[in-house]
């Protein structure tokens, strides 16, 4: 069964950073592309970031374009979001989910194992 586990949420004040982590398990993920996305109470749960198989393209949401960064250990079955400058709209849970196409997509439609998201706060 292949499963996803996010971590690295908390409460965080703003300007601050940080480091999420994805763990899967129960299957090699290390062929495909990976992706992060976050809903806020309220919100559809919207894309923030994708990473092809090898890390080689990378594709981001405007509003965090120059603050968040996404990388991937395939060693170790990892993907990670680094996020600085945080800001308390991005104050919302995080999800970590498996791509079953290409590249690094931003449609929700072709993800389809998820995490249980982790938590992220971001207070003025």
């Known amino acids: 069964q292949a499963r996803l586990v996010e971590s690295g949420g908390g409460l965080v004040q703003t300007g601050g950073s940080l480091r999420l982590s994805c763990a899967a398990s129960g299957r090699n993920f290390s062929s495909d592309a990976m992706g992060w996305f976050r809903q806020a109470p309220g919100n559809q749960r919207e894309f923030v970031a994708a990473?092809?198989?090898?890390?080689?393209?990378?594709n981001y949401a405007d509003f965090v374009k120059g603050r968040f960064t996404i990388s991937r250990d395939n060693a170790k079955n990892t993907v990670y979001l680094q996020m600085n400058s945080l800001k308390p709209e991005d104050t919302a849970v995080y999800y970590c989910a498996h791509s079953f196409a290409g590249g690094a997509p931003a449609a929700r439609f072709v993800y389809d194992y998820w995490g249980q998201g982790t938590q992220v706060t971001v207070s003025s």
């Open positions: 990473i092809s198989w090898n890390g080689g393209i990378t």
